[in-house]
């Protein structure tokens, strides 16, 4: 799905609504529908899992990221919101084959998930076997798409070149991704304003970035969304929403 002129969209509850993408200055009111409120780590339990569920629905965040285990439960507990379920997909290296991820992700969608979030094979993409790794990104796209799903590819951005970043970001264009993104917030380092900057430049208007991974405050959220990304995962959502 392309991205035309300067108009962005998500999906809610499987229907698209339109935001402004003119980020210079956007206000504690826009800014919560720019970020997935996240929770991905291994030992999370229900009732934190709860915690940021009510969390979101309090400051009406763009969605709920959490592992898939973790999917039905978040589907269930939003429901009557507007806030999104979404949830990781080869995560966080990627590794899997594109079989085990097609399987995750219809896992997800039969959970309820709205939104696909998966991490590209990286040592394919460091080995330049290209083909393989758009094809791994296209079956998930795919299957996303056939239900109606949106989905952002994670390319770890703290283990490439520049040219690497750049070729990445080209292979979830051309695969139909709706967004590029990052980072898993599991590696060496998070979302980079430079590499912000970098992706947009390489995709335009076609495909959307998200930075995720070391978001912390509210200056460095919009210093995200100035380098051209329309959408943040980060933990800190609350600090940041309060400055």
């Known amino acids: 799905m392309n991205i035309i002129s300067l108009i962005t969209f998500t999906y809610v509850k499987n229907d698209a609504i339109l935001l402004s993408s003119d980020m210079k200055g956007v ?48 589907h269930e507990a939003l ?15 990627g590794a899997n084959t594109t079989a085990i991820k097609v399987a995750e ?12 979030d998966m991490v590209l094979n990286i040592g394919e993409l ?22 109606k799903k949106l989905v952002k590819v994670i390319i770890e951005t703290a283990l490439l070149t520049d040219d690497e970043k750049v070729k990445a970001a080209q292979l979830v264009m051309n695969a139909g991704a709706e967004f590029v993104k990052t980072s898993t917030g599991f590696s060496t380092s998070g979302a980079k304003v430079e590499d912000v900057k970098l992706l947009k430049d390489t995709v335009g208007d076609h495909t959307q970035v998200k930075a995720s991974g070391g978001i912390h405050s509210k200056e ?10 329309t959408r943040l995962g980060t933990s800190a959502s609350i600090k940041i929403i309060n400055g």
Not at 43 to 70: C, G, H, L, R
Not at 79 to 93: K, Q
Not at 133 to 147: C, F, L, M, R, W
Not at 220 to 229: H, K, L, R, T, W
């Open 27 to 74: 206000s504690t009111m826009k800014l919560n529908k720019y970020i997935d409120h996240t929770l991905l780590k291994p030992e999370a339990t229900e009732s934190q899992i709860d915690k940021v569920i009510a969390e979101a629905k309090e400051y009406d965040f763009a969605s709920v990221m959490v592992n898939p285990y973790w999917v039905k439960h978040v």
């Open 79 to 93: 429901e009557g919101s507007d806030v999104n379920t979404a949830t990781v997909i080869g995560f966080p290296l």
């Open 105 to 116: 992700a219809k896992q997800a969608i039969d959970d309820g998930v709205d939104e696909l």
């Open 126 to 147: 460091k080995g330049k076997n290209y083909d393989k790794v758009e094809q791994d990104i296209k079956a998930v796209v795919e299957e996303g798409h056939s239900n």
């Open 220 to 229: 460095e959220a919009q210093a995200m969304i100035d380098a051209g990304a």
